[in-house]
Every structure is written in structure tokens, then in C-alpha cells.
């Protein structure tokens, strides 16, 4: 019987002796309980210099969740609007002049297969809009006069904010329905009683107030009235300045390719087709875009926050020489206390990462609630944050756990 | 032929013309030479700056030497790597040191049971082993306290019990009793002479001739040389 079993009650049963060499060892599960130990042991230090990093990726996450919930909500509404709306527009010609669409060009689209609605405005090009025809005639306030047909509420998709819009009987009577912005600068809140406008030297009576449309913002800055009325009166030419169609959902872009010769078959050339929710689409991408800037606020937070992990980790390797040389006394390689250095930061900057997350969603919901948006936290930023805290935590982990790997274990043992 | 581990009458530490030369020129030891036998029991005295605590950290594999050859428990140090010596330090080597160095944060059972960290054992074993050493240095009642809580004497007996828990063929004191007043410094001296009585190999640093006196070998150190080396 050797020495070695005589001399040793509860002796670790699974060690290698003799010939077999024996290696230190730190299993990752063991290495993640050190670096836990370590931040326990300096609580308030610990929380301190991860808030550093939460609230660099708090603003992050808060910049990216606001700007995705207004885009989320613009998309609603385009959806709620519908995608399936083209607009058909005079082109230019080759040599820049305004082109002119025919005027059989809406009867030949409401003829269009596919097409549920057709409607169109026609510009009144010198009639101008006032209370009352003492304001000076130069004082127009930039309110445009259309014409247009009882069909443009519903094929935009619009609503009335009060009184309602022309129909048939109403659009041959000197009648007027003001858009969104028009009724504001002309300080119009009501209709009923005998609310009238001087347009174009004839007095109108004020029938109904437009909600904005969302699909095309530049009507609400018009006022419109019946197209029979404005033949009478204006003597405006029956060609349409812009035309709205609503295809079938699932034929938008059959239609859309048609539109141009069924408007204009002599030029087909000179007409434009567009479909305004893409546009919208593209403005609510680009919108998405303005939010670089403030990403890169949030950046340098997150650079400051990397600093100060740093900072406290360089300090805690100066502080804790003795557990430095203590561990190595007890069979801890170079390797294992750079580690163990490592793995405290990046764990630091992880949950620094999460708080941020969740500082972040909680500003996103704040904001999402108060603007009466949907509350959106894109996915990447769930696996974005803990991974961003994770490298900036190693990164800024690597010079301290250098430093502690470097350190003579005799000296770390003296300083204590 | 090279004495293995554990095999009695072998050399458990051996130093051949070791030199260790600090930066500055500063020469800490100069060609020092020594056999300590497996379960021998070494007290080192000398006075401070003798070379006395350098001896030991080159024994304990903490340092290398600048010159000269260095066997550990039948193990060329000179050419080991930096995971070879941990492994060393992990497996056979127990250190015990004047300042104690236990985490606060842990109790006395963690403390122990940590001192087997780097030996890649689960956690449970360490325990059940920390367990075994706590009683070992008479602390059965102090497993759960905290280092806080307890006396000069019974935080050296929780650093005892850490250096012991592993089972090493080696003990490497650095002047144990040398926070401790007389009293309780007395009774961690018969712990260490107690347990190295079991089999492992004692080494203690002391510049107090009384407590090398109790040693069956002393070994006298000046100016970073052996001047003395007697056995009764």
C-alpha cells in the first residue's frame, strides 16, 4: 500500500497520479461562476459601470424602436389607405412644356377592366379663394381652386371632418368643400349656417370640411368645387390635372401598365403613372435613414460606457492582486486569470446590454403610447444589444485582463 | 533514474546551483543547493532579504530561477511550461501563507473548496473534500462562517485547510504563524507539524529560531546562500 492512500482520508477520487501528468483546469461553466463571484463581491461597482453601457444601448435601442413604430404606424395607415390607388399626371414634353390629357381620358379609364373607381381633379388656373371680397386680391394664401367629381373622397380614401362632400345634384351649385390645410388657413372649423368664400369673384357656400388625405397631402391645401359649375363659371377645360384610380387589389400593376395609352392613346409618353404608396413607402424608408445620426449619439455613449469598463476593470486588477496571486498559488495558468478578467467585463457589458434592452423597449413603449403608435422593437435588437455589451465588454476587457495575466504571482502575493 | 512522486526517501524538492537574478542585478540567490526528501520536515530561518521567501516561490513553482536546475516532486521545472507548473501548483503543491489571502465574500467551505478550483473537479467534490480538511484542522463548527467572523488562528486554520483539502505531496508555508499571536500561532504550528507527520513534505519560511527549533531539519540562510543545513 503506498504512502499516498495511507496518508489521505477523503482524497479527490477522480485525480490522475503517478505517471499520468496532472493539468490545471477551469472549466467554462467554473469560469463564468469566478467572473459572477467577482462582480458579486463588487455590487455597486459592478452596476455602476454597466450603466454606463445600458444607457448607451438604451438610447440605441430607444432610437431604433421609436423611429421603427413611426415607420410601423406610416405603413399602417398606407395599408389602412390601401396600396392599390395609381394616379395618372400630365408628363412634361421633351422640351420641358406641360403635356395635356385629353379629355376623353377619364370616360376611357372608368371603362378599364379592374378598375373599381375613377375620379378627377381639374385645376381652376385664376380663380382665388377669400373670406370676403374686401381682402386685396394679392392676398390669395396660396389656396388652389380644383374641380372635381363627387367620386375623390372614396377614391382617396378620405373622410369629411364636418358637412359632407358634393354629389350629384350638388356639384351643378356654386358649392365648396375645403381641404384639411385650406380650412385652417382660412380659419373655417364650421359648416352649416351660411358659411360662404369669395372664389373667384362669385360667393360659394361652404358645404363640407375634408380630413387630410393622407395618400396625396397636396389637395388638402385646395378648395374643390362641382366640375359642371366650373365649366359655367371658370370655364376651365374639361382636362383633367390629375386622375385617381382605384384598381383591384390584385391587378394594380396590369392596370397601372395600361393607364398611360388608355389615358392618352395618341401619347402615351406624356403621361405619368405613379402609385402613391410606394412613394409613401420610400419616404417612410428614408425616414428611417434621418435616425443614423442619433445612432451615432448613441455610439459614442457606448464608447464612453466601454471607458469606463475599462477604467474599473484596470483598478479592480490593482485591487485584487492578492486574489491575482492566490490564484495562481493554487494552479491557476496566465491563461485562466486573463480569462477570469475577460469574462467579469464581457459579462459586465452583457448585462449592461440587457438593462439597455429593456431601458430602451420601456422608452419605445412610452413614446409608441403617447404618439398612439404600434409598439415595435425591431427582433435584432433583442440578440443585437447582449451581443454589442458582449464585445465591448471583451474589447475593453482585453488590456486590464492582459495586465492581471502579466503580473508576478510572488509580487500580487506581497501586496496583501 | 527520476524519483517519482510520493516515493519515500526521494527527493521531493531539489535545487542544483540556482541562481535567481532580479532586473537591476539585484541576486536574491546565488547558487543555492538543496535536497528535501518526500515527507521531510524543513524549517528555512534567516533574516529579511536573505533570499529565504525567494527559495520558497521558486520551490512553489511561482517564479523561475534564472539559473541553475529545479526538480519539484520528481518534475523538471527548468523546461515545464506555464500550464505544466499550474498543474503542478494545482495537484501537488499547498500554499500557506502569513496574510491568509481568503475571500471574504465566501465562507470558510467555499474558501477550501476553491482551493480546488483549478484542479478541474465538480464542485461537489471540492465540497465534500473541504468538508474533510475543515474537520482535518478541528473547524467542523466554522464551515459556513465567513472569514469576517472568525479569529486570526481560525482564518489560518481555513488557509491550512485549503492547502491540505487537495491532498499535496508538498506544504510551502511563508511565516503562518506570523500574524498570529503566540498562543494561537503555537497551535497552527502543531497543525502543520501534525499533518506533514501524515506523509506530505513541509517546507516553512520563519525568521523566529524558536519555532525553527521544532523543525528535525533547519536550514540557515544569509544573503541569498545556505549557511547552515543541520538535522538532529
Do not use: C
Amino acid at each position: 500500500m503506498s504512502v499516498a492512500a495511507l496518508r489521505r482520508p477523503g482524497g479527490m477520487p477522480h485525480r490522475r497520479r503517478g505517471g499520468g501528468r496532472d493539468v490545471a483546469r477551469l472549466p467554462p461553466h467554473e469560469l463564468l461562476g469566478v467572473a459572477l463571484q467577482g462582480l458579486r463581491t463588487r455590487k455597486l461597482r459592478a452596476a455602476l459601470s454597466a450603466l454606463g453601457i445600458a444607457i448607451g444601448i438604451g438610447a440605441m435601442v430607444a432610437v431604433v424602436g421609436v423611429s421603427a413604430s413611426s415607420q410601423a404606424n406610416l405603413l399602417a395607415t398606407i395599408d389602412a389607405l390601401g396600396t392599390n390607388l395609381l394616379t395618372v399626371t400630365p408628363g412634361t414634353t421633351f422640351f420641358g412644356q406641360n403635356e395635356v390629357l385629353p379629355n376623353t381620358a377619364v370616360p376611357m379609364i372608368r371603362a378599364m377592366k379592374n378598375v373599381q373607381r375613377v375620379s378627377a381633379v381639374y385645376s381652376v388656373p385664376n380663380a382665388n379663394v377669400f373670406r370676403t371680397q374686401f381682402v386685396p386680391s394679392e392676398e390669395t394664401g396660396g389656396i388652389g381652386v380644383d374641380a372635381t367629381d363627387p367620386e375623390l373622397v372614396k377614391a382617396m380614401n378620405g373622410s369629411v371632418a364636418a358637412g359632407h362632400f358634393f354629389d350629384a345634384a350638388s356639384e351643378n351649385e356654386p358649392e365648396v368643400v375645403l381641404g384639411a390645410a385650406a380650412a385652417q388657413d382660412l380659419q373655417i372649423e364650421h359648416v352649416g349656417g351660411h358659411v360662404q368664400l369669395f372664389v373667384g369673384g362669385t360667393w360659394f357656400t361652404v358645404i363640407g370640411i375634408l380630413n387630410s388625405m393622407t395618400l396625396d397631402t397636396t389637395l388638402d391645401d385646395n378648395v374643390f368645387i362641382g366640375l359642371p359649375v366650373a365649366e359655367r363659371l371658370f370655364q376651365v377645360q374639361n382636362s383633367p390635372s390629375e386622375i385617381y384610380v382605384r384598381a383591384n387589389v390584385n391587378d394594380v400593376s396590369s392596370v397601372s401598365n395600361l393607364l398611360a395609352a388608355t389615358a392618352d392613346p395618341q401619347n402615351a409618353d406624356g403621361v405619368d403613372v405613379s402609385q402613391p404608396s410606394d412613394v409613401l413607402e420610400a419616404r417612410a424608408a428614408a425616414k428611417g435613414q434621418f435616425t443614423t445620426l442619433l445612432l451615432g449619439l448613441g455610439a459614442v455613449a457606448l464608447l464612453v460606457g466601454a471607458i469606463g469598463i475599462a477604467n474599473i476593470m484596470v483598478i479592480s486588477v490593482l485591487e485584487r492582486r492578492g486574489e491575482i496571486g492566490l490564484r495562481r498559488a493554487l494552479g491557476a495558468t496566465r491563461r485562466h486569470i486573463s480569462s477570469q478578467f475577460l469574462a467579469e467585463s464581457a459579462l459586465l457589458a452583457v448585462l449592461g446590454g440587457i438593462v439597455g434592452l429593456a431601458f430602451g423597449a420601456i422608452a419605445t413603449w412610452v413614446y409608441s403610447v403617447a404618439q398612439n403608435e404600434p409598439w415595435v422593437v425591431p427582433l435584432y435588437a433583442l440578440i443585437a444589444a447582449p451581443a454589442a455589451g458582449f464585445v465591448i465588454g471583451a474589447v475593453a476587457g482585453l488590456y486590464p485582463a492582459a495586465k492581471a495575466a502579466r503580473l508576478s504571482p510572488t509580487e500580487a502575493l506581497r501586496a496583501t | 533514474m527520476t524519483p517519482e512522486a510520493g516515493t519515500p526517501g526521494a527527493a521531493a524538492l531539489e535545487l542544483r546551483d540556482v541562481v535567481k537574478e532580479y532586473p537591476g542585478g539585484v541576486q536574491a540567490l546565488r547558487r543555492v543547493n538543496v535536497d528535501i526528501g518526500t515527507g521531510e520536515r524543513v524549517a528555512v530561518v534567516g533574516p529579511s532579504g536573505s533570499g529565504k521567501t525567494t527559495m520558497l516561490t521558486i520551490l512553489g513553482t511561482l517564479e523561475r530561477a534564472t539559473s541553475g536546475y529545479v526538480h519539484v516532486a520528481g518534475r523538471d521545472v527548468v523546461k515545464a511550461s506555464d500550464s505544466d507548473l499550474a498543474g503542478l501548483r494545482a495537484f501537488e503543491i499547498g500554499f500557506v501563507f502569513q496574510g491568509f489571502h481568503l475571500q471574504d465574500s465566501m465562507t470558510a467551505l467555499d474558501n477550501v473548496a476553491n482551493g480546488m478550483l483549478y484542479t478541474g473537479a465538480p464542485v461537489r467534490e471540492r465540497r465534500e473534500a473541504a468538508k474533510v480538511a475543515l474537520d482535518r484542522v478541528g473547524l467542523e463548527n466554522r464551515v459556513t462562517h465567513r472569514p469576517q467572523q472568525l479569529s486570526g488562528g481560525e482564518k489560518q486554520r481555513v488557509a491550512i485547510a485549503r492547502a491540505i483539502a487537495k491532498n499535496p505531496t508538498i506544504i510551502l508555508a511563508d511565516e503562518p504563524t506570523g500574524n498570529l499571536d503566540s498562543k494561537s500561532g503555537q497551535s497552527v504550528l502543531e497543525l502543520l507539524h501534525q499533518l506533514a507527520a501524515e506523509g506530505a513534505t513541509l517546507t516553512l519560511i520563519t525568521h523566529d529560531e524558536n519555532i525553527a527549533e521544532t523543525f528535525p531539519r533547519r536550514i540557515q540562510m544569509r544573503d541569498g546562500e545556505i549557511v547552515g543545513d543541520d538535522r538532529r
